[in-house]
């Protein structure tokens, strides 16, 4: 093997190689390094051998995905084990991911191994040049330039010049349509909510998401928080999801003298308030209801309102208070409510009224 | 008279003054004390509101009244029942370390017969939430209906809980430094009386909106998911969601492949000259 070895050895690096600045300058460029070879370079059997490692990283591998498809296969879905540090898992996901990883790292491992001992190693230098053309060209270019600006009359032609200008700004509106496109507006569908039925003669019962019964006045403590659906509206119904995303209430009870908004205190009943339960945010559901200050945080983006003030927003990125819904009692003191909520519950649109 | 007059510069005059002063004293007392003993009512309950009032004495009314009647430092514990006082001391939160944002879970100063007899004396002061009965606590041990208990307190619980204290019960933050507390090994007692009582921001889910059965499958679902569930997926993060998540994947994941390139690039196998 020795006879082609002295052909591939390159010669001792080239002082000359790369420009080396002038002795003395604590700076100077040191060029670059002498080249020197790889085992593979010299010596056919490393090479050969790197080429064996690499293939059977490519072998780990392809193994590795038939092993993912085999644990897709022979593993049960809800079988857990438990594995040392990790405790306890899924045998599934344990195998599905182990052996992908492998598959994907061996790939990996594979082409880098290959790169770094068999593919070519020599350094090579790109010169950078300034990008600026020479003066002659910029001088013709700009001549050219005027010469067109002349020929075409841009600059005396003002109708045809404002009507372009006029054209271009017109063309990204299109984007704003096309946008405009990804789903219809709101419109009238926030501003109805399945409370809007209600009315003083026809009273919708406040039905107790955990217990699904109306309740009485004196269910709500201070310092409870109870949530809320409109009687009639069943967890079975098809549209349920969309339903409930509109209607839900929280009940809290805040001590009347407490209440600092006069508005708030009479559409509650005894202190009793009646909130949407939407972030007027985005609309994330909001609970985090803390009973001592009466603040309700969203954890969405933080919004927080004041419960006791009318909901209003008192840090936070939503526009305008939660909606509230005028309560009261029926003669058997069940609690309903006697209209809608006063304006769209959820996030702000541009048709919002307020 | 001249004898005692003289003795009376004697070294040890002061202390056979003192002596019989101190003897004096104490035979008065002994004869006009007040029978008390004799007197007091000796059923259990009462016997248990007096020491508990004793305790309450030393260990609360600083800050909440020697009546418990509260004080600019303590609330009022007038009809919070005994169930509050359980849940409060029991857990270690009572008496607070000090006054701040929150009061947290610490460690508990008082046998559970002292915390009973503290209860029974704020039970005492008026009607409130009486300490759980075992039983509506302790989750169903038949299979069949555990599995139900469990999946109806999950319902539950994704309602009224997992805003705050996270979709596995880990805790979440609140406002101003407040926060839900996680509910990792929390005794179920301790868990139904924190939903009758809402202590501190947590708000209070009385029976008449919350009956018993449902606190107790909602504590089932807490004990499950905080002890028995398994992860499928191994390495919880703390069950945190998406912040841990993505603190491991940035750091972890991509601090591996930084320093895989580094290692890719700075090393090249260079045979050596011979
Ligand atoms: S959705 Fe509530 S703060 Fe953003």
Redesign the interface.
């Known amino acids: 093997m020795s006879h082609d070895t002295s052909d591939n050895m390159p010669e001792a690096h080239d002082a000359s190689h790369g420009a080396v600045a002038t002795h003395g300058d604590p700076f100077a460029d040191p060029g670059l390094p002498a080249h020197e070879p790889r085992r593979t370079d010299i010596d056919e059997r490393a090479a050969k051998r790197a080429e064996r490692q690499v293939s059977l990283l490519f072998i780990v591998s392809m193994l590795a995905t038939i092993g993912f498809i085999a644990s897709y296969v022979v593993f049960p879905i809800d079988e857990i084990v438990y594995i040392f540090p990790i405790g306890h898992v899924s045998s599934l996901n344990f195998a599905l991911g182990l052996t992908l990883g492998v598959a994907l790292f061996c790939i990996g491992a594979g082409a880098v191994h290959w790169a770094r001992t068999l593919m070519s190693d020599h350094e090579l230098p790109a010169e950078r040049h300034p990008i600026e053309a020479d003066d002659e060209l910029r001088a013709d270019v700009i001549e050219q330039f005027k010469t067109g600006a002349a020929e075409s009359g841009f600059g005396r032609r003002k109708m045809l010049r404002n009507t372009l200008i006029g054209s271009m700004a017109l063309v990204p509106l299109s984007g704003v349509v096309l946008l405009r496109d990804l789903g219809p507006l709101p419109e009238q569908k926030l501003a109805h909510t399945g409370w809007d039925k209600a009315t003083p003669q026809n009273p919708i019962a406040l039905v107790n998401m955990n217990t699904n019964k109306p309740m009485k006045a004196e269910d709500i403590i201070q310092g409870s928080l109870t949530f809320a659906k409109p009687e009639g509206l069943e967890e079975d119904a098809e549209d349920f999801q969309v339903q409930i995303a509109k209607d839900a209430l929280m009940l809290v009870r805040i001590a009347p003298e407490d209440i600092k908004d006069n508005q708030s205190r009479e559409l509650g009943f005894e202190g009793i308030l009646a909130y949407s339960k939407i972030c007027t945010h985005v609309g994330c559901p909001i609970s985090l209801y803390e009973q001592q200050t009466h603040h309700a945080l969203c954890p969405c983006h933080q919004s927080t309102f004041d419960l006791a003030d009318g909901a209003r927003v008192i840090f936070g990125p939503a526009g305008h208070p939660l909606p509230q819904l005028k309560i009261t009692t029926d003669e058997q003191g069940y609690l309903v409510a006697t209209g809608d909520f006063d304006e769209p519950v959820g996030p702000s649109y541009w048709e919002r009224p307020r | 008279m001249k004898k005692l007059s003289a003795r009376r510069r004697h070294p040890l005059a002061a202390l056979v003054v003192l002596l019989l002063a101190l003897a004096a004293t104490g035979g008065l007392y002994a004869a006009f004390a007040p029978a008390e003993k004799a007197q007091a009512d000796t059923s259990a309950q009462s016997l248990a509101i007096d020491e508990g009032k004793k305790l309450f004495a030393v260990g609360c009314s600083s800050c909440h009244g020697l009546n418990g009647q509260g004080s600019s430092d303590g609330p009022s514990l007038v009809g919070v029942g005994s169930a509050a006082v359980d849940f409060q001391v029991g857990t270690g939160r009572m008496p607070a370390q000090q006054p701040g944002a929150q009061v947290p879970r610490k460690k508990v100063i008082y046998s559970q017969t002292e915390i009973d007899q503290l209860a029974a004396f704020v039970a005492s002061l008026g009607p409130g939430p009486v300490v759980p009965k075992e039983e509506a606590y302790t989750p169903s041990t038949d299979p069949a209906v555990a599995g139900e208990e469990i999946s109806k307190g999950g319902e ?1 619980f994704r ?2 809980c997992a ?2 204290h996270n979709f596995a019960g880990q805790g ?1 933050a ?2 101003n430094g ?1 926060y ?1 507390p996680s509910l990792e090994g929390v005794d179920p007692k301790h868990i139904y009386e924190a939903m009758q009582t ?1 202590p ?7 029976d ?4 018993e059965e ?1 606190k107790r499958q909602i504590v089932a679902f807490v004990r499950h998911t905080t002890n028995d569930e ?6 919880t993060l703390g069950s945190l969601g998406p912040v841990t998540e993505g603190l491991f994947g940035w750091i972890f994941g991509l601090g591996l492949l930084i320093v895989v390139a580094i290692w ?1 690039a700075a ?5 050596k ?1 011979s």
């Open positions: 539950l309602t009224n805003q705050c979440g609140l406002t407040k839900a809402g501190q921001n947590m708000p209070s889910f009385p008449t909106t919350m009956p449902q398994p992860n499928p997926g191994g390495l890719v090393h090249t196998t260079k045979a000259k």
